[in-house]
């Protein structure tokens, strides 16, 4: 069954962000939606590596995916991610998903027990479910996927299927 293939990106310079959101729209096609920046301050996990200051924002591809195709498409972006780094610090840090009508999953590299194994250390996070009610996260979802604003960016894109 095919899935929307979606993106998050977190950087803390836009220039990476433009420069990335072009590179991964040659390699999965037409970017449809791109959500409005908000600042990262949920955690400071990514500070020592990436600095202060840091802004996500999510996109959207045009392109359904095929869902079982969840793992190379994150072994792509942690390669783009190395390729940007600079001694060995990320500059963007890129979580691609996808969205069906049911739920919004995500990839993921670390390994929790409620995660799925994929393939290749590559796992698979339910984050999100969608039913007529609307959106509901889980005990597990990050916090930045439990904000309003995330979930009515993703209602967008779910109503639009």
Not at 4 to 19: C, D, I, N, T, W
Not at 85 to 101: C, F, M
Request: aromatic share 14%.
């Amino acid at each position: 069954m095919k899935a929307v293939l979606f993106a998050g990106l977190m950087y803390s310079q836009k220039s990476v962000f433009e420069r990335v959101k072009k590179m991964l729209e040659s390699e999965f096609g037409e970017i449809v939606k791109t959500g409005e920046p908000y600042e990262f301050t949920f955690t400071d996990y990514y500070e020592r590596e990436m600095g202060r200051g840091l802004e996500k924002r999510f996109i959207v591809f045009k392109k359904t995916i095929d869902r079982a195709s969840l793992a190379d498409i994150k072994i792509f972006t942690g390669l783009l991610e190395k390729e940007l780094s600079v001694e060995g610090k990320r500059k963007i840090n890129i979580d691609p998903g996808y969205l069906t009508r049911a739920s919004l999953v995500l990839a993921t590299t670390k390994e929790v027990p409620h995660r799925i194994y994929l393939r290749d250390g590559i796992f698979g996070e339910v984050a999100l479910l969608f039913d007529r009610r609307g959106c509901s996260h889980l005990d597990w979802t990050y916090p930045d996927f439990k904000i309003q604003k995330t979930c009515d960016f993703f209602l967008g894109v779910r109503n639009g299927l």
